[in-house]
């Protein structure tokens, strides 16, 4: 199976409907309407794909989605996991 991961994630939100403008020279968010220089930095999208691709083995989405409010992230609790027998 494979995984599709978005390289750029906005750094107010952490969406992934962001555009960058060659002109302005700034990245857009379309969720959040935020225009900055930078995106998400790359420990935090390294963390996200890590997340999505393995899970929160390391306990960092609560803080991501503190941060991140528009993260998009499917998450699932330890009762709630699908156990295949």
């Known amino acids: 199976m494979a995984i599709v991961s978005k390289m750029t994630r906005?750094?107010?939100c952490?969406?992934?409907?962001?555009?960058?403008s060659e002109g302005t020279k700034l990245y857009h968010c379309a969720d959040c309407g935020a225009e900055r220089p930078d995106s998400m930095p790359a420990?935090?999208?390294a963390a996200v794909n890590s997340?999505?691709?393995l899970g929160d083995t390391?306990?960092?989405?609560?803080?991501?989605?503190?941060r991140y409010p528009n993260?998009?992230?499917t998450s699932w609790s330890r009762e709630n996991r699908?156990?295949?027998g």
């Open 71 to 73: 993260l998009d992230i």
């Open 51 to 53: 997340i999505l691709a």
């Open 82 to 84: 699908v156990q295949m």
């Open 14 to 20: 952490g969406s992934t409907a962001v555009t960058y």
């Open 43 to 45: 420990a935090d999208l």
């Open 10 to 12: 906005c750094a107010a």
């Open 58 to 66: 390391e306990g960092k989405l609560d803080e991501l989605r503190r």
